[in-house]
């Protein structure tokens, strides 16, 4: 039957195509290779997939750069691919998201090719132009999230253009109605095509302050907009953005996207946010049944250094969300394709490593929301480390050496061990290496054993389903008087769920329990 909160409590599985499947033996992963790939996902127990961009784009930033909405590129495939890919995921009970990149297109987009043009052509003003200022420098203070101003002058156009990331992704100007019934549209092409939803990206990016005012410094105690942290200075994390982005236009468009959903049943929205005060933010995209109906939150994600994960880690952001709002659904994940991965993040000093992706795994199956597991996940992969000359990412090689960027967790999964390329392609060159470590954590060799981390992840998820409390329950977070045991009750109706979850490798005691080292501990009461 049909249920229109099918993504409430569902588990989702994020696919970088680059890196899922290469069927075509480029080296580069495709929509057949998923599609070749799904009983895998299914098999898993998962809900649902979330796709990152396949569209065509030149690839300055791997996708998120579009120049055709409508249009699968090359690279991976054809539009009859996606809805080969569709029907076959539909087929195996899975539903699909598709990763849609509004806030900004590519340079090589028809609609900035003519907009750079001149000032008065048809689109000239569907992206954010301006005036140097009388010195020649740019319009304000902004900066990029991917470093330096967030201006670049245009020759042709004798002007600034506005773009929050790379220069090669200018940002579309959301306060020209015309540009908001175009991406609207571009959202209905795939939402016919049989689409279940949209993963939505910096959906708070649309709108920026029309007066185009200076944004603020940012005190030293105040939070940081961006889920990558750095401890040397960095432009972007020195500013308090305020009117370069989460305008409150924003809330009106938002309404206008749920309309459009609300035309298609038991459709979904996810938005990412990245914000100053992400949580109010999140209760405010998502309050009702007006706007988007979960956000995409980063507490679990930021950083690229080494952490030693502490209760309060995981505690804190659930219970500092939950104060803003208790009616909020979240959707919550532990990694995706642009942070280190959470085995290396939070377990550089841990010896077990399988047993610590287990335990993560559990923990981040017991959270309230929707949750989403980043390809490799299941296999417990580490972060990779990339040689510079291998590094493809341009935040990395911008960044290089204090960060090798987002290509350590973006690797090709790891198929079959005894095959080339761990059965990812049959190319003798794959477009990021392989590593060894990743290799003889292949799917085949896990498949084999009964206590793997894939093996353990599909009884997990089987297992969650059964019970209601770790689906759409409440959370409580109780003390344990152990500093390294996390504890919460989840509760649906007549059912409670009591969890415990030992962070360390010692045997830590907790109300009369005692835990292994990285034990989750989840039963009734």
């Given at each position: 039957?049909?249920?229109?909160?099918?993504w409430?409590?569902a588990v989702?599985?994020?696919?970088?195509?680059?890196s899922?499947?290469?069927l075509?033996?480029?080296g580069?992963g495709d929509l057949?290779?998923?599609t070749?790939?799904?009983?895998?996902?299914?098999?898993?127990g998962?809900?649902?997939i979330?796709?990152s961009p396949?569209?065509k784009?030149?690839m300055?930033?791997?996708?998120?750069d579009?120049?055709?909405?409508?249009?699968?590129?090359p690279m991976f495939?054809?539009?009859?691919d996606?809805?080969?890919?569709l029907?076959?995921?539909?087929d195996?009970?899975?539903?699909?998201?598709?990763?849609l990149?509004?806030?900004?297109t590519?340079?090589e987009?028809?609609?900035?090719i003519e907009?750079?043009?001149?000032?008065n052509?048809?689109?000239?003003?569907w992206?954010v132009?301006?005036?140097?200022?009388?010195?020649g420098?740019?319009?304000?203070?902004?900066q990029?999230?991917f470093s330096?101003d967030?201006w670049?002058?245009?020759?042709k156009r004798?002007?600034y253009y506005?773009?929050n990331f790379?220069?090669?992704?200018?940002?579309l100007?959301?306060h020209?109605?015309a540009?908001?019934?175009?991406?609207l549209?571009?959202?209905?092409y795939w939402?016919e095509r049989?689409v279940?939803?949209?993963r939505l990206d910096?959906?708070n990016?649309y709108?920026?302050?029309?007066?185009l005012r200076?944004n603020?410094?940012?005190?030293?105690?105040?939070?940081?907009?961006t889920?990558?942290?750095?401890?040397?200075?960095?432009?972007?994390?020195?500013q308090?953005?305020i009117?370069d982005?989460s305008?409150p236009e924003?809330l009106?468009?938002?309404?206008?996207?749920?309309?459009?959903?609300?035309?298609?049943?038991d459709?979904m929205?996810l938005?990412?946010i990245g914000?100053?005060?992400?949580?109010?933010?999140?209760v405010?995209?998502?309050k009702g049944?007006?706007?988007l109906?979960?956000?995409?939150?980063?507490?679990?994600?930021a950083?690229t250094?080494?952490k030693i994960?502490t209760?309060?880690?995981?505690q804190e952001?659930v219970e500092?969300?939950?104060?803003y709002s208790k009616?909020v659904?979240?959707?919550?994940a532990f990694?995706?394709?642009?942070v280190?991965?959470?085995v290396t993040?939070?377990?550089?000093s841990?010896?077990?490593?399988?047993?610590f992706a287990?335990?993560?795994?559990?923990?981040l199956l017991?959270?309230?929301g929707?949750?989403?597991?980043?390809q490799?996940?299941?296999?417990?992969?580490?972060?990779a480390?990339?040689?510079?000359e291998?590094?493809?990412?341009?935040?990395g090689?911008?960044?290089?050496?204090?960060?090798?960027?987002r290509?350590?967790c973006?690797?090709?999964i790891?198929?079959?061990?005894?095959?080339p390329?761990?059965?990812?392609?049959?190319?003798?060159?794959?477009?990021?290496?392989?590593p060894?470590?990743?290799?003889?954590?292949a799917?085949n060799?896990?498949?084999?054993?009964p206590h793997?981390?894939?093996?353990?992840?599909?009884?997990?998820i089987?297992?969650?389903?059964?019970h209601p409390?770790l689906?759409?329950?409440?959370i409580?977070f109780?003390?344990t008087n152990?500093?390294?045991?996390?504890?919460?009750?989840?509760?649906?109706?007549?059912e409670k769920?009591?969890?415990?979850f030992?962070l360390?490798?010692?045997?830590q005691?907790?109300d009369?329990?005692?835990?292994?080292?990285?034990?989750?501990?989840i039963e009734k009461?």
């Amino acid at each position: 039957m049909s249920d229109p909160d099918w993504w409430r409590g569902a588990v989702f599985y994020q696919i970088y195509p680059r890196s899922f499947m290469d069927l075509n033996g480029d080296g580069v992963g495709d929509l057949p290779g998923i599609t070749d790939r799904l009983e895998h996902i299914a098999n898993l127990g998962i809900d649902a997939i979330w796709i990152s961009p396949f569209f065509k784009s030149p690839m300055a930033d791997f996708g998120y750069d579009v120049s055709d909405y409508r249009c699968v590129d090359p690279m991976f495939g054809t539009n009859e691919d996606f809805d080969i890919l569709l029907s076959r995921a539909h087929d195996l009970g899975l539903k699909v998201i598709v990763d849609l990149v509004l806030s900004h297109t590519s340079t090589e987009h028809p609609w900035f090719i003519e907009s750079r043009l001149s000032a008065n052509n048809r689109k000239a003003d569907w992206y954010v132009w301006a005036d140097a200022k009388p010195d020649g420098s740019p319009p304000n203070n902004w900066q990029s999230v991917f470093s330096g101003d967030a201006w670049t002058f245009d020759t042709k156009r004798g002007q600034y253009y506005l773009h929050n990331f790379l220069r090669e992704q200018p940002d579309l100007n959301f306060h020209n109605p015309a540009v908001q019934d175009q991406v609207l549209s571009e959202c209905r092409y795939w939402l016919e095509r049989g689409v279940d939803g949209f993963r939505l990206d910096v959906c708070n990016f649309y709108f920026h302050d029309k007066e185009l005012r200076d944004n603020p410094p940012r005190h030293h105690d105040e939070t940081i907009s961006t889920g990558v942290q750095f401890e040397k200075p960095y432009p972007y994390i020195m500013q308090r953005h305020i009117h370069d982005k989460s305008q409150p236009e924003n809330l009106e468009f938002l309404g206008r996207l749920r309309k459009l959903m609300d035309e298609y049943p038991d459709k979904m929205t996810l938005g990412e946010i990245g914000d100053d005060d992400p949580y109010k933010l999140s209760v405010e995209y998502t309050k009702g049944d007006d706007y988007l109906n979960t956000t995409y939150n980063t507490h679990f994600i930021a950083g690229t250094d080494s952490k030693i994960l502490t209760k309060e880690m995981i505690q804190e952001p659930v219970e500092f969300l939950q104060n803003y709002s208790k009616e909020v659904w979240p959707s919550w994940a532990f990694g995706n394709h642009d942070v280190v991965r959470p085995v290396t993040r939070w377990g550089k000093s841990i010896k077990d490593k399988d047993a610590f992706a287990k335990l993560l795994m559990k923990m981040l199956l017991c959270l309230r929301g929707t949750i989403f597991i980043y390809q490799g996940e299941e296999l417990g992969l580490s972060e990779a480390h990339i040689r510079f000359e291998d590094i493809q990412d341009p935040w990395g090689k911008a960044l290089w050496p204090e960060w090798q960027g987002r290509d350590g967790c973006r690797t090709p999964i790891p198929w079959q061990a005894d095959l080339p390329q761990a059965g990812f392609s049959e190319s003798h060159k794959t477009w990021l290496p392989i590593p060894h470590e990743h290799v003889i954590r292949a799917v085949n060799t896990q498949e084999t054993d009964p206590h793997s981390v894939l093996n353990t992840t599909r009884e997990f998820i089987a297992w969650r389903k059964q019970h209601p409390a770790l689906i759409k329950g409440s959370i409580d977070f109780f003390e344990t008087n152990n500093p390294f045991v996390l504890g919460f009750v989840r509760q649906a109706d007549t059912e409670k769920m009591r969890c415990l979850f030992n962070l360390s490798e010692q045997k830590q005691s907790c109300d009369g329990f005692d835990l292994l080292p990285l034990e989750a501990r989840i039963e009734k009461i």
